[in-house]
């Protein structure tokens, strides 16, 4: 008994050790992350989008997406969706919004720092409930980048974007960001 307990005493530090490692892993890459250009595969239940990305930290994205022509555009205070069939761009404050959280990098950090880096299905995840908001933040496991993201929307459909990143810390123009450009 006294061997059992050193054994799984022993097995629990070594567990928490490589996990504090992946996470401080994790951390480093963001620290040192200013922008990602990504491919992205948004999944609304049975629904599937797909696009290109490019995310400035913090708070910064520009969308196109694929098939239906749709944008979606942070310029750090305001996001705005805009389809190819109404042409009339819905303006939101990003703070209203989930993006909030996913695209602030010191947040991510924070909560990185505060809680466990888990695994299941191959996927390294971390799971952040943020003013009733569950959130699970995905990591690619070799690279250790952000990977995508998973929440329920205010109409509780699970959305899930899967992200592939094409290229870190690019030069991207500002001009992208430009809310006045899309109205």
């Given at each position: ?86 042409n009339?761009?819905?303006f ?86 430009d ?5």
């Amino acid at each position: 008994m006294k061997y059992f307990l050193i054994f799984f005493s022993f097995f629990f530090f070594i567990q928490s050790s490589a996990n504090s490692d992946t996470a401080r892993q994790i951390i480093g890459n963001l620290e040192k992350a200013k922008n990602y250009s990504f491919k992205f595969v948004q999944k609304i239940n049975e629904n599937e989008e797909k696009g290109n990305c490019v995310l400035v930290f913090d708070r910064k994205i520009n969308c196109k997406y694929e098939n239906n022509g749709k944008i979606l555009i942070s310029d750090g205070k305001s996001l705005i969706i805009k389809s190819r069939s109404s042409n009339i761009p819905n303006f939101y404050k990003l703070k209203d919004t989930y993006f909030y959280k996913i695209l602030e990098k010191k947040y991510i950090i924070n909560e990185l720092s505060k809680t466990t880096v888990k695994k299941e299905y191959g996927k390294l995840y971390v799971d952040i409930n943020d003013q009733n908001i569950d959130i699970k933040i995905y990591f690619d496991k070799e690279k250790l980048y952000l990977s995508g993201w998973e929440i329920k929307d205010i109409y509780n459909n699970s959305v899930l974007t899967e992200i592939k990143i094409q290229e870190v810390n690019g030069n991207i123009s500002e001009n992208i960001f430009d809310l006045q450009r899309f109205n």
